[in-house]
C-alpha cells in the first residue's frame, strides 16, 4: 500500500490520489446540484441533500474486477442518483487493483461501491433493482459479507459513520453501538458475522439458507489447521478422509489476489497443478494428489510434508555469537552448507524438467526430519524458461533483466549468503554489497576457499536467450523495487554522525503537512505518525538535537503547528503527543510542550507500557517535571507509576507483554527515575519485582545459577530475552537492569545483562533500526558495556557501513524489511545518528537515552 513508485521512500500510492485518465469519476455523469460529493484518497463519496445517514444498519457491497468496474459504476449511478441513496465507490482503477491484490486486505477485497440504504424497506428495493441491473457481473467473493443471490451485490450490517474505539489491545479499531449504547467493535473480519443482537431482514432470509446450503458436502477432505492467509486464498493441513493421510490443502479465490501480472490465484493454483505434473517424482517436490473447486473456490490438494521452515531453522539454530563458539558454529556451517548442496541440486533437477521456481527464499524450504529438504509454494513456477520474476520474499529478487533460469540461480547466491547473514535484502541498493556480506561471512564462518566465487556466479546470470536477459528488449520493474538509477557511495564505510545528521536533513519535505521526513508506514496508519517521536518529525529532531546537528528553525516550527492539529491526541510516549511534548520542551518550545501534555494526560491510556501507555506517560511528565520544575508533572508522574504497581500486582503478563516497549520494563524504568529524583527503596523494590517478572516471561529461568561459567545458561531454548533487539527483545530490558545494578546489586540481573552484552558484541541484526536492528544492539551494548569491553563495543559500531547505503551522496539506511529508505527514530537514520553519538547522550535525557 505505501510502495509507491519512483521513490526510495515509503509513501501512498501516487495512483491512488487521482490520475486523470485513471479516475474512475470520469466514467460518471455531473454530480448533481443537489447532492454533496467529497473525495479521499481512495473513495469518492456521495450523499444527497437532505440525507441523514444513519450510524449503522444494513449496508450494501457491489463488488467489481479492474475489468468490468467503469460499467458497474455507470450503471450504479444511474439508478442510486435517482433513486436518491448514498454511496460511496473506489475513486482509481489503481487502488481497486491494490484492493483486490495479492497482498489486499482479505476483509475490503472486492468491494467497489458501498451503498447505505436508510432502512430495510430501501435495503429490499437497492437489493431487488439494483440486484437485477447488475445480475450478471462477477467480482471478487466478499468474505466478510453476505452475498445476494449470484449477482456482485453482498450486505453486512455495521458502520455508517467513521467511528473509532481502543480495543482491549490498545488498537484504534471501529466501532458500532449495542442495544444497550455501549460501543463495540465493528468486526470486519473473513467471514459474515453480524451482531448476536441484530435481527436478520425478511429480505435476507433467502440469502442466508442459500449461504448454509454453500458447504463443502462432496469434499473428500478436512481442514484442520490454518497455516497461512493471502487475498487469494489460504492454506491449511488438513487430512483425507478417505485414507485418513495428512494433506495440504491450498484455496484459490476467483478473481482475487491479482499479481503483477494481472493473474489471480485461480491461474497460479492451476499453474502450480501443471507444474507439480511435471516435477512427479523428484524427491525434492511434494506429490499433487489433485485439484478441484468447491464451493467456488478451486483447491490444491498434495502431500504434506512434516519438518520446519529453512527460514525457522536458521533463525533458531545460526549461533548468536559465532566467534564465541567455534564448535557450535562449525556444525553449523557444515549443516547449512549440506542443505544449500541440496537445494542446488533440486533446483537443477526442477529446469532439466522444464520447470522454474521462481519464488526460492528460506520460508518455501522444508527441511524434513531426516535433514532432506522439499520446495513448497510453487504457485509462481513456470514452464516458461523465459518468464520474468511476478514477486519474490525481500532479499530474494532477481534484478529485473534476470529471466527463467537466472532467477533461480540468484535466489540460489542469495541463499548462500542468507543461511550465514541474512542482509541480502541490501544488495540492490548497492552493488559493493556482495563483497562486504562475503568478507562478513568468510570472517565469521569456515565456509570453504571457494565461498566467495560461488556466490558470485550464481548472482551473475549467465544466459541471454531462453531461461535469461530481457524479454521484448526491457526490463520490467515490480511496484516494490527501489530505484534503480546508480547513487554515489558514501565517501567512508563508517559515516560520521555529521554526516548522518546532514543526510536526514536533506530528505525533509516541510511543505508537506502529513510528514516532515520519511518514515516507517506508520507515519500514514498512526494519527500521530508524522509528528510522534518514533516514526515522525519528533523523534528525528531529538536525534539531531543530541547529536549537536543544527536544526533550521523552520523544522520545529512544522513540529510545533502540526501537533496542533490534532483534535484527539492519543497520550503515548512513542507514537502519540506525549513524546512530541518531550522533543518540543528539548528544542526549546516549553509554552507549546507543556500545553500539548496537559492535553495529553486528559486521555486515560489504554495499557501499561511504554510505547503508548501509562509507563511512557509518566516518564513524559518526569521529563517536563526535571526541565521546567513544575510540581504537577511530578505528582502525575508518581501518581502512574502507582497505577502501574496496582496493575502489575492484579494480573498476569498477556502474550506479548514483554521487553521494554511493551513488557513491565518500561513501568520499571519510571520507579527508577522517580527514584534518582527522590529516593525511595521502595521504589526500587518495586522495579526489582516488575524486572523479575519481565525477565521471565522473555524466557530467564528463574533458577539461573550466578557461579555458572557461561552467561547463557539461564536463557531457556528460543528465548525472546536472549536476543539483543531493543523493543521486545532482551536490549531494551538489559539497559533497565543496568539502571537497577547502578543502584542495588542482584546476581541473577548482572548474569542476564552480562549474557545481552555477549550475544550483542557478536550479533548482526536483520536491519539498522533502533528499535528491531542494529542501532539498537549498539545502543544497549554501549550502555551495558564497562571499560574492559569498550573496545568490543567499538568494532560493533564500525559495523555500521555494512547497513548503510547512499541517497544522493550522503549516507541513509533503509527501514524494517530494507525495502525502503527511512529517516525516523524506530526503523531508520535517526536511531543510527543516536546511536552512534550514545557514548556523548546524558543516559538519564528520556525513557531509555
Not at 449477482?151 to 488498537?171: D, I, Q
Not at 545528521?501 to 520519511?518: H, K, S, V, W, Y
Amino acid at each position: 500500500m505505501f510502495l509507491a513508485p519512483g521513490t526510495p521512500f515509503f509513501d501512498r500510492d501516487e495512483a491512488a490520489t487521482g490520475d486523470a485518465d485513471d479516475d474512475f469519476r470520469a466514467v460518471t455523469a455531473e454530480t448533481p446540484d443537489d447532492w454533496s460529493c467529497s473525495t479521499g484518497p481512495d473513495w469518492t463519496m456521495l450523499v444527497p441533500d437532505g440525507f441523514r445517514m444513519p450510524p449503522q444498519g444494513w449496508k450494501i457491497h457491489v463488488s467489481a474486477t479492474s475489468e468490468n468496474a467503469r460499467s458497474i459504476l455507470a450503471r450504479s449511478w444511474e439508478w442510486l442518483v435517482a433513486h436518491r441513496v448514498a454511496f460511496k465507490f473506489i475513486r482509481s482503477r489503481q487502488v481497486l487493483l491494490r484492493r483486490n491484490g495479492k497482498y489486499g486486505d482479505r476483509g475490503a477485497s472486492g468491494k467497489f461501491i458501498t451503498i447505505y440504504p436508510e432502512d430495510e424497506t430501501r435495503l429490499a428495493s437497492v437489493l431487488n433493482e439494483l440486484g437485477a441491473i447488475l445480475d450478471g457481473e462477477q467480482g471478487p467473493y466478499i468474505l466478510s459479507d453476505l452475498r445476494w443471490r449470484s449477482g456482485p451485490l453482498y450486505v453486512r450490517y455495521g458502520g455508517f459513520v467513521a467511528r473509532t474505539m481502543k480495543s482491549e489491545r490498545g488498537e484504534t479499531v471501529p466501532c458500532i453501538e449495542d442495544p444497550e449504547g455501549r460501543l463495540v467493535p465493528d468486526r470486519r473480519g473473513p467471514s459474515f458475522r453480524p451482531p448476536e443482537w441484530v435481527t436478520i431482514p425478511d429480505c435476507l432470509r433467502e440469502a442466508v439458507r442459500a449461504r448454509e446450503a454453500g458447504t463443502l458436502r462432496d469434499f473428500p477432505y478436512r481442514a484442520e489447521q490454518a497455516l497461512h492467509f493471502s487475498n487469494g486464498g489460504g492454506v491449511y493441513r488438513g487430512t483425507d478422509l478417505r485414507t485418513s493421510e495428512p494433506v495440504l490443502l491450498r484455496e484459490a479465490r476467483p478473481l482475487a489476489g491479482i499479481d503483477n501480472n494481472g493473474e489471480d490465484a485461480v491461474t497460479r493454483l492451476l499453474r502450480e497443478r501443471d507444474c507439480l505434473r511435471k516435477l512427479a517424482g523428484l524427491k525434492w517436490v511434494p506429490e499433487l494428489i489433485e485439484a478441484r473447486v468447491g464451493h467456488e473456490h478451486h483447491f490444491l490438494v498434495r502431500e504434506y510434508v512434516e519438518g520446519e521452515t529453512l527460514a525457522v531453522r536458521t533463525t533458531r539454530d545460526n549461533p548468536p555469537s559465532p566467534e564465541a563458539d567455534p564448535d557450535r558454529t562449525a556444525a553449523y556451517t557444515r549443516w547449512a552448507l549440506g542443505v544449500l548442496d541440496q537445494i542446488e541440486q533440486g533446483v537443477r533437477a526442477m529446469h532439466e524438467r522444464g520447470v522454474v521456481f521462481g519464488d526460492l527464499h528460506p520460508g518455501n524450504v522444508m527441511v524434513r526430519p531426516d535433514g532432506s529438504v522439499a520446495f513448497i509454494d510453487l504457485e509462481t513456477a513456470s514452464t516458461d524458461l523465459a518468464a520474468h520474476q511476478i514477486h519474490a520474499a525481500p532479499g530474494f529478487a532477481a534484478p529485473p533483466t534476470h529471466r527463467g533460469k537466472d532467477i533461480d540461480r540468484y535466489a540460489l547466491g542469495c541463499l548462500r549468503v542468507a543461511l550465514f547473514a541474512p542482509l541480502t535484502s541490501l544488495l540492490p541498493w548497492d552493488a559493493d554489497k556482495v563483497d562486504q556480506l562475503i568478507e562478513l561471512v568468510e570472517a565469521r564462518y569456515p565456509v570453504p576457499a571457494d565461498y566467495g566465487a560461488q556466490v558470485r556466479a550464481d548472482l551473475t546470470p549467465l544466459t541471454t536467450g531462453d531461461g535469461g536477459g530481457t524479454r521484448d528488449g526491457h526490463a520490467d520493474t515490480a511496484p516494490g523495487d527501489p530505484p534503480k538509477a546508480a547513487a554515489p557511495r558514501p565517501t567512508a564505510d563508517r559515516p560520521s554522525p555529521a554526516a548522518v545528521g546532514q543526510g536526514i536533513l536533506a530528505m525533509a519535505t516541510p511543505r508537506r503537512e502529513d510528514r516532515l521526513f520519511p518514515g516507517d508506514t506508520a507515519q500514514f496508519i498512526l494519527p500521530e505518525g508524522g509528528t510522534c517521536l518514533a516514526y515522525g518529525a519528533a523523534g528525528v529532531l531529538w536525534a539531531l538535537i543530541e547529536s549537536g546537528t543544527e536544526i533550521p528553525a523552520a523544522h520545529v516550527d512544522w513540529l510545533e503547528e502540526s501537533a496542533r492539529r490534532y483534535a484527539h491526541p492519543s497520550p503515548g510516549l512513542y507514537t502519540g503527543t506525549a513524546g512530541v511534548a518531550c522533543a518540543l520542551q528539548r528544542l526549546g518550545r516549553t509554552d507549546a510542550a507543556t500545553a500539548l501534555l496537559k492535553e495529553a494526560s486528559g486521555v486515560e491510556p489504554v495499557n501499561d507500557g511504554l510505547l503508548d501507555g501509562r509507563a511512557g506517560l509518566g516518564l513524559a511528565h518526569l521529563f517536563m517535571a526535571r526541565a521546567t520544575g513544575d510540581d504537577a508533572a511530578l505528582k502525575h508522574a508518581t501518581l502512574l507509576a502507582e497505577q502501574l504497581v496496582e496493575s502489575a500486582a492484579g494480573r498476569s503478563p498477556r502474550r506479548g507483554e514483554a521487553g521494554l516497549m511493551r513488557g513491565r520494563s518500561g513501568a520499571a524504568l519510571l520507579l527508577l527515575r522517580l527514584h534518582a529524583h527522590a529516593p525511595d527503596t521502595g521504589l526500587l523494590d518495586g522495579a526489582r519485582e516488575l524486572l523479575d517478572t519481565d525477565l521471565r516471561t522473555l524466557g530467564w529461568s528463574a533458577e539461573a545459577d550466578p557461579a555458572r561459567t557461561d552467561a547463557e545458561e539461564g536463557w531457556s531454548a528460543g528465548a525472546v530475552g536472549a536476543r539483543p533487539t531493543f523493543a521486545a527483545g532482551g536490549g531494551g530490558t538489559a539497559m533497565v537492569l543496568r539502571e537497577y545494578l547502578d543502584q542495588r546489586h542482584e546476581p541473577r540481573f548482572a548474569l542476564a545483562c552480562e549474557s545481552v552484552l555477549r550475544t550483542a558484541l557478536d550479533c548482526v541484526p536483520h536491519t539498522a533500526g533502533l528499535f528491531h536492528g542494529f542501532a539498537g544492539v549498539v545502543l544497549a551494548a554501549t550502555r551495558l558495556a564497562g571499560p574492559a569491553e569498550a573496545a568490543a563495543v567499538e568494532r560493533l559500531t564500525g559495523r555500521v557501513g555494512l547497513y548503510g547505503v547512499a541517497h544522493e551522496g550522503r549516507p541513509a539506511f533503509l527501514g524494517l524489511e530494507n525495502v525502503r529508505l527511512t529517516a525516523d527514530l524506530a526503523t531508520g537514520a535517526a536511531g543510527v545518528l543516536l546511536a552512534l553519538r550514545a557514548p556523548d547522550t546524558a543516559p538519564g535525557s528520556l525513557a531509555f537515552l
